[in-house]
């Protein structure tokens, strides 16, 4: 099976402009979450979604959203830019069949390297 | 709320010596243990998981872990270390039923010196 893609891999914006993310998830895979890593603040919890729903969001701003669709794929949208939101956005996907998806192994795509001007 | 250090940042080793890469987590509930690897410019990769049973878990490339619930630690070993494995390590946990999301630490970056 083909394993998670992203795109693009790397992108530049500037600050005030938006942006959108791309994430395929494996074949069959229902859950989608979303990461953002950043050298101060480490791997940090976006949100995830299944079947179209929004189940959890972590503690960003709202101008962080995103949505899926109903072949799994997701997008993620960051507005209004700001220069703290250079980091790499890392997108995850699993089957979420196991003890309500606590278990399931989450496999990671390669990220988009976005950098903010 | 849940949370997991990593208490080095980087860890210098010889090849072909053993390493060590600790771990502490806090939870009040049952807790689902990861420990994930990122090689440069990639995505992570899982190495292994303990999610109830055998206190030891073995992963891919030769690493294991340990599920200690008095110490609440789950440090990774590897009993001889190749270049290969010069890679950043992350340890996780599951934020608990219903949350669906990982809470991750800071990151252990290995290299490995030949």
């Known amino acids: 099976k083909a394993g998670v893609t992203q795109t693009p891999r790397y992108l530049i914006k500037t600050r005030g402009q938006q942006v959108t993310l791309s994430c395929s998830p494996i074949s069959g895979h229902r859950s989608v979450s979303w990461y953002q890593q950043t050298p101060g603040q480490g791997l940090q919890f976006l949100f995830e979604y299944f079947s179209e729903t929004q189940r959890n969001k972590g503690n960003f701003p709202g101008r962080f959203s995103g949505r899926q669709f109903s072949n799994s794929r997701s997008e993620m949208n960051v507005s209004t830019l700001e220069l703290g939101d250079s980091a790499l956005y890392l997108c995850?996907?699993?089957?979420?069949?196991?003890?309500?998806?606590?278990?399931?192994?989450?496999?990671f795509g390669p990220g988009t390297r976005l950098t903010v001007l | 709320a849940q949370s997991v250090t990593q208490l080095d940042s980087q860890v210098p080793v010889f090849e072909e010596a053993p390493v060590e890469l600790r771990c502490n987590y806090s939870?009040?509930?049952?807790?689902?243990l990861f420990w994930y690897v990122q090689y440069p410019n990639q995505g992570l990769q899982l190495l292994l998981k303990?999610?109830?049973?055998?206190?030891l878990v073995k992963g891919i490339n030769g690493f294991e872990a340990e599920f200690n619930k008095s110490q609440t630690s789950f440090h990774l070993r590897k009993p001889s270390v190749h270049i290969s494995d010069t890679a950043e390590y992350f340890c996780?946990?599951?934020?608990?039923?219903?949350?669906?999301?990982?809470?991750f630490g800071k990151g252990t970056k290995l290299s490995v010196i030949p």
């Open positions: 939870s009040s509930v049952s807790v689902y």
């Open positions: 303990y999610l109830s049973g055998s206190t």
């Open positions: 995850a996907s699993r089957t979420d069949e196991l003890a309500g998806g606590r278990a399931d192994t989450q496999y």
């Open positions: 996780a946990s599951d934020s608990g039923a219903g949350s669906y999301q990982l809470t």
